[in-house]
Each structure stands twice: as C-alpha cells, then as structure tokens.
C-alpha cells in the first residue's frame, strides 16, 4: 500500500528555536496533505490542510504565522513550528490524500504518517 | 457533543474473544474510514467505507448510513491487536475533512 514518511520521528528542542517536520509521500503522489495534532489521550486535531503549490488552509484557531506549511512539490510537505514553546510539545502526524483534487470527498483515501513527537523543553 | 462518539472507551478482553467497537455519528457523511494507532503513535487506516460492510483478514467493518452507525468487529482476538481505534469520517458538506472519534483503547490479554 501507499507509504507516508515523517522526519524526524522524534525532536526535543529549546524553547524559542523553530523545529522543521517533513512529511513525504513515498511511493505515489498526493494532491493534498493533512496537518494533524494530538495531545496525550486526546483525539487528532486537524491543523491545516496543504494543497501543492497553494496556500495552506488552516483551521480555526491555529496560527498561520505560527505553524508555517509549504508544499512544494506533490511528494513533500513540510511544517515548521517557528518559536517553538513548550505548550506546542504535542504528537505532529501529517496525511496524504491519493485522489484528483476537487474530486469527491467520497473517493479520498488518506494514508498517514508515523508522527513526529515534538518536546520543547 | 462530539460529531463523532465510539464505544467502548476502553475494552479488555482475552485472548480469542471477539471484539465489537462501536461508532455513532450525528452528520450526513460521504465515508467513514477505521483508524489504528499503536503505543508509538502511528497509524493504520484498515478500512474506508461508505456502504455495507468490508472484511480484511481477522477485521470486519460494517456500516449503516440510515442509523448514522459503524462497527468494527475482530476475530480470534490476539495481543497484537491491542491499540487504540478510531472512527473518522468524511462529511457530506463536499470538503475532504476528517472529524475523528476519540478512539477506543483495545487491550488482548494472552
């Protein structure tokens, strides 16, 4: 099946400094990839949704300035948590989405990644 | 209210049993997909489904769309199986969202 990669797995930085997370889709490409986060025994939150070659969508409440999305090609998507403090230590997992963009929602199958445990101390 | 509500919240069970979660939902969706998460983090998608019911290997999923219901099923239950699953779906409002469930946390006893 479809494989979607996450560097690093794991990262554990200083308060202030700004932590980069890859998201790659390995073997197919993906119009569209999903930003998710999740505290301890809570369920995914969806940050924002990453278009190739667009603009980020971001949802409610996530700060755009803050958690900088490009997607520069149809295999790699990347978030960078800028300032990082230690209320952003949480579990980052990112989706690809194999299906024609703007095609039924119906028809989508999202594959995801192993997450990325992001500390900052 | 949670768009999204499954049950049990946690189940543990024997080896062999066979093992029912649950999912309700309150919205008009185009498909619901069974998620699985390990210790680790990360996840699998085992099914996506839009109607009638899916079988792969030991899992079975069904789906009712008129009662807004899924469940998982597993056979011969065994220790690898124990994770956390969760229910996600897709709206019918034509955006490609998920709204996840909190997830039922599985534990195989041998």
């Known amino acids: 099946g479809a494989v979607v990669s996450q560097h690093p797995s794991w990262v554990i930085c200083k308060s202030g400094t700004s932590v980069k997370i890859e998201c790659r889709s390995l073997d197919f490409q993906a119009t569209t990839m999903f930003w998710y986060r999740q505290f301890p025994k809570q369920s995914l939150m969806l940050m924002a949704t990453?278009?190739?070659?667009?603009?980020?969508?971001?949802e409610q409440g996530v700060e755009k300035d803050k958690f900088l999305i490009n997607h520069a090609s149809l295999t790699l998507s990347t978030l960078t948590v800028t300032s990082a403090h230690p209320e952003d230590s949480s579990f980052y997992i990112c989706?690809?989405?194999?299906?024609?963009?703007?095609?039924?929602?119906?028809?989508?199958?999202?594959?995801f990644g192993p997450g990325t445990r992001l500390t900052v101390l | 209210k949670n768009e999204v509500e499954q049950s049990p919240q946690n189940l543990t069970a024997q080896e062999g049993e066979f093992i029912t979660i649950n999912c309700s939902y309150s919205v008009g969706i185009s498909a619901l997909h069974w998620l699985q998460q390990h210790p680790g983090g990360g996840i699998v998608s085992l099914f996506m489904l839009s109607s009638g019911k899916k079988k792969h290997g030991r899992l079975i999923a069904t789906i009712n769309i008129q009662e807004k219901h899924s469940s998982l099923h597993i056979t011969a239950s065994h220790p690898r199986d124990s994770a956390v699953y969760i229910c996600?779906?897709?709206?019918?409002?034509?955006?490609?969202?998920?709204?996840f469930g909190t997830g039922t946390r599985l534990t195989i006893i041998p």
């Open positions: 996600a779906h897709i709206s019918n409002f034509g955006n490609e969202k998920l709204t």
């Open positions: 990453s278009n190739e070659g667009s603009k980020a969508t971001y």
């Open positions: 989706s690809a989405r194999i299906g024609l963009a703007g095609g039924p929602s119906g028809t989508d199958t999202q594959y």
